[in-house]
Nanobody
């Protein structure tokens, strides 16, 4: 079983920045790809960014390209999402998970961007 704990969300004005963190613990196995996902009110959960165990980035959603950066520290079992130039449409609950998502979801962290 894997436990995921996301943190770093908050309320920010448009144009601002946030850095999200997600720590995985438990039976993660080795060499797992990770992703950041988000779910806005009334919408499906979507993949925002993904990264390989090696640190190579493998995916950014078109809506966040050039603004968000995913990274990871395998020594800390932690994945990060640096979010810059935030827009109101980035408002959502942000989750991390393996990619593809095979673990139980954590509680997520709320990001709210005001205009």
């Amino acid at each position: 079983q894997v436990q995921l704990v996301e943190s770093g969300g908050g309320l920010v004005q448009a144009g601002g920045s946030l850095r999200l963190s997600c720590r995985a613990s438990g039976r993660t196995g080795s060499y797992y790809d990770m992703g950041w996902y988000r779910q806005a009110p009334g919408k499906e959960r979507e993949l925002v960014a993904a990264i390989r165990w090696s640190g190579d980035t493998i995916y950014y959603a078109d809506s966040v390209k050039g603004r968000f950066t995913i990274s990871r520290d395998n020594t800390k079992s932690t994945v990060y999402l640096q979010m810059n130039s935030l827009k109101p449409e980035d408002t959502a609950i942000y989750y991390c998970n393996s990619r593809p998502s095979t673990w139980s979801w954590g509680q997520g962290t709320q990001v709210t961007v005001s205009s």
